[in-house]
């Protein structure tokens, strides 16, 4: 059994707020570049309006977290400000935080194109077993109210030389129509999904089955074991009626030649 709890956030995580905000910050600081920086309200804020992902122990200490935000009016949702405690890295939570997230946001914004900006290669992992694909910055939101989430990442500046085409983040997206073109694609494969192959199918049971039941019945059988063979003695009257026999047909050939 799992160790950890991992669920949408409830009144009783509001607690964790800033201990989230605090790892959000170191964990910026540690690996050079910017995660865009929260606030304690603002985390508090997802998790009553039951956008957030909390990952706890048994005793209710923070693990790990993560939350939804929509743009371009709702058009485009993002799964921002992932962390999760140093003490419980490498151990799967992000990727579990990430599924539940996922499957809340497809919930909620059923429509919507699911969306990232990443430097980190743990969550390019992640995402794509999700059925992200990394994508040019032209492809996701215009919103600007996202991209000024940004300003507070030391390589704002690349961002804004380059017009928001580019920056050090990779920018990756879940597009539900494309996703489930993908998945009609690969469900479908010709040689299982002709009828020829289905008749095959059946044939193939058939022969086998019928051939199983043979060999079933075989091993059903009893063993005949040959006995030993029991010579019975010649009786002394059967003797006397073959000798006579025998006599009357060399007779009559006799007379015969
Ligand atoms: C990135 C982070 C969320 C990963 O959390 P985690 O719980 O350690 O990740 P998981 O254990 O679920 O690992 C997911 C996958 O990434 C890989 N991975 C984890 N950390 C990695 C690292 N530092 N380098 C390369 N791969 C890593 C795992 O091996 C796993 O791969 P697999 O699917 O092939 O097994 C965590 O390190 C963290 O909080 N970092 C600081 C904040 C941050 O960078 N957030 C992302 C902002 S976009």
Redesign the pocket.
Known sequence: MSQYIIQTAKYEHLALAEEICHHMEE?AKA?GTG?AKRSPDYIKKKMVEGKAVVATDKAGNFV?FCYIESWGHGKFVANSG???HPD?????????IKKEIFKLTRKTYPDAKIF?I??????M??NS?LGYEPVPFSELTDDDDFWKGCSSCINYDVLTRTNRKMCLCTGMLYDPIEAEKNKQKTSWHFVSNSKVYDRWLQLRTYILSKFRKKQEKKEEEPVLVPMPEIKKPVEKEQMLVYSSLVTGVLSLLRSLF
């Open positions: 964990s690996r995660i790990g992932l962390i999760v419980h890295r490498k151990s799967g939570i992000a990727k579990d990232g990443t430097t980190s290669f743990a969550v992992k992640i077993a």
